[in-house]
């Protein structure tokens, strides 16, 4: 982990290996201080604490979180006495999406024998995020703690003169997705609406949705955007996001029309430059996305977590790639 100033009174604490669970977070050090994402597990949330205290030498005053997703969360509870700040629809799901005891489990069973040897039998993939997990991450003491404050589209926060936009922008990358623009500072944090050079996941929403928030990011003309993974950029790294996006769709309607399923198609469909992105194997989970949108179906049908790591694997073994989620 290392710690960013983006800008006069902004920081971003940044996971430098870009994996799954390698959440940024963020730091405005005005008004009694604002940390926007607590980290995936408690001592990374420790570790961007020790970070941001040098810059700011207390506790924050408040938390946002961009999103439901347990990586932006779950480091919640360190903040005691926090008013905790998210999206309504956020607020809901995290009791669902952001439950640590599948996860947990999943690391457990990957430790025991008899379990990991079961789980490379049934579910290959879904053994080797576990694995990747352990090498980082341990999610022993998690308890979930939900925001104390929630907000519908929009929300104000007015720091010493300082204001700080809360935009409701989900269902797109979640369905709570937040996007927390501080235009004095020229700056966006813009959670998972925005993976940089890492290939992004949705898990519900739609492409239409996603790249209109894209397009909103871009033209709010920050001069920097923290993205909820990978390195700090500007404008550009929305504009390769929304290419990526782009030939991503394209290329999925032309497997789809040919009748080759997601998993085929994810298995020939050219990376082109985002191949050297970290998990370039992940392009099955947007795939498949695709080829729910042109079957029509709800955007917020659940997903098989432990059968999507098992494309996932798939596709990487299939295409003689690292695994890596």
Same mark, same amino acid.
């Given at each position: 982990m290392k710690m960013e100033q983006v800008s006069a009174n902004c920081f971003a604490v940044l996971n430098e290996k870009n994996l799954v669970c390698d959440a940024n977070s963020g730091l405005i050090n005005l008004g009694g201080g604002v940390v926007i994402d607590t &980290? #995936?597990?408690?001592p990374h949330g420790? &570790?961007?604490i020790k970070l941001f205290g040098k810059v700011w030498p207390g506790m924050p005053k408040r938390v946002i979180n961009t999103h439901e997703d347990a990586d932006h969360v779950w480091g919640n509870q360190l903040f005691e006495g926090a008013e905790i700040i998210a999206h309504r629809t956020a607020a809901e799901r995290m009791k669902h999406v952001a439950d640590p005891k599948e996860t947990q489990q999943l690391l457990k069973a990957?430790? =025991?024998? @008899?379990? #990991?040897? @079961? /789980? !490379?039998? @049934? %579910?290959? =993939?879904? /053994?080797?995020?576990a694995r990747q997990l352990l090498q980082d991450y341990n999610f022993d003491g998690i308890k979930l703690v939900l925001p104390t404050t929630v907000f519908d589209e929009r929300h104000v926060i007015n720091l010493d003169g300082t204001e700080v936009q809360l935009i409701f922008v989900g269902p797109c990358h979640q369905a709570g997705d937040t996007i927390i623009p501080v235009p004095q500072e020229g700056v966006v944090f813009a959670g998972d609406v925005l993976f940089r050079l890492c290939t992004p996941m949705g898990w519900t929403g739609s492409y239409a949705k996603w790249l209109k928030i894209l397009d909103l990011i871009i #033209? /709010? *003309?920050? *001069?920097?955007?923290? +993205? =909820? %993974? =990978?390195p700090v950029c500007g404008i550009e790294g929305v504009m390769e996001m929304k290419a990526y996006l782009e030939y991503l769709r394209d290329e999925s309607r032309r497997c789809f029309d040919q009748g080759l399923t997601s998993l085929e198609a994810s298995k020939r469909i050219d990376f082109g430059p985002y191949g050297a992105w970290r998990a370039p194997a992940r392009i099955y989970l947007n795939v498949e996305r695709a080829y729910r949108e042109f079957r029509n179906e +709800?955007?917020? !049908?659940?997903?098989? #977590?432990a059968k999507s790591f098992d494309s996932i694997y798939q596709v990487a073994k299939a295409r003689e790639i690292a695994v890596e989620f």
């Open positions: &980290q #995936s597990d408690l420790r &570790q961007m990957a430790n =025991g024998f @008899l379990s #990991s040897m @079961l /789980l !490379k039998v @049934l %579910h290959p =993939g879904a /053994l080797a995020i #033209s /709010l *003309e920050p *001069e920097v955007i923290v +993205p =909820g %993974h =990978g +709800p955007e917020d !049908k659940p997903w098989d #977590s």
